[in-house]
């Protein structure tokens, strides 16, 4: 099946991107939106949409990648740590953002939430009885 998201063309070369690392299984790329300069994008090249979906030797490869990456970015871009996220929406294909960031930056956050009482308990419950 071919991959026909954004990073599936990346990956064949079919648009550019600023390539920091490519190897057999992965590439990571500055993302073109970046919310520092020095955001990197880390995709494994088989087009899993979901990080439950990915193998777990691969996705074991891409978070070794990942940790390899964060400590060139500290070096090479002097930055204080890497903000690592996973969001997914937005390219129907997992990616790790990894986002260069200084102690005093105001790391962009989402809203949260509270739980009634009881409701922490319960949610936790649901969740050990799943695994």
């Known amino acids: 099946m071919e991959n026909k998201t954004i990073f599936g063309k990346i990956i064949r070369g079919e648009i550019p991107a600023t390539k920091v690392y490519e190897d057999d ?19 494994p090249k088989e087009p899993y949409v979901w990080m439950q ?21 500290i070096a090479g871009l002097t930055c204080d740590y890497v903000q690592v996220t996973v969001v997914g929406k937005d390219v129907p294909h997992f990616h790790i953002h990894l986002i260069p960031q200084m102690r005093a930056d105001d790391i962009p956050g989402g809203t949260t939430s509270t739980y009634q009482e009881g409701e922490a308990e319960d949610f936790a419950e649901h969740i050990r009885r799943a695994i």
Do not use: R, W
């Open 25 to 43: 299984l992965c590439l990571a790329f500055l993302d073109i939106n970046p919310i520092s300069k020095g955001h990197t994008l880390l995709i």
């Open 53 to 73: 979906d990915v193998p777990d030797e691969l996705l074991s490869a891409l978070c070794i990648q990942a940790k390899k990456l964060m400590k060139a970015m």
